[in-house]
């Protein structure tokens, strides 16, 4: 057995309407129902420029194996932040400040890779990479 790649984040998420304008307006992410059974109007499914379906957001309830929750989880772990290979640095920065978003840039050095840590509104921590050739 081996691991070909990550699959998807799923989000669940109260605040499912700007969840989903977050990731179109920052990440141009591109949102689409989900395949049936689930409810489109309790879960979308966000799409990267590759056609794949890399965060699933979900509202509490909504996706099998849940126990039918209709709060919150508060026990699916301590995962810090997501982080996504990125390309064109210079105009995610200018988008983050054109929509007022805080966030953190950094830089590493030693492998030239520029970072951007900025927080979706349930709070997960996202770390935007972009690394030499794709600033």
Known sequence: MRINALDHVNIQTLKLKETVDFYTDVLDLDARDPPPPLDPKLVQWMYD????????????????GDGGRRELPRDTGPVHHVALNCSGHDA????????????????????????????????????????????
């Open 49 to 64: 420029a590759e056609d794949r379906a890399i965060f699933h957001l979900t509202t509490p309830g909504s996706i099998m």
């Open 92 to 135: 995610m920065v200018k988008r983050l400040a054109s929509l007022g978003l805080d966030h953190t840039l950094n830089h590493v050095t030693a492998i030239d890779l520029k970072q951007i840590f900025v927080r979706d509104p349930n709070g997960v921590l996202l770390e935007l990479n972009y690394f030499t050739g794709n600033h």
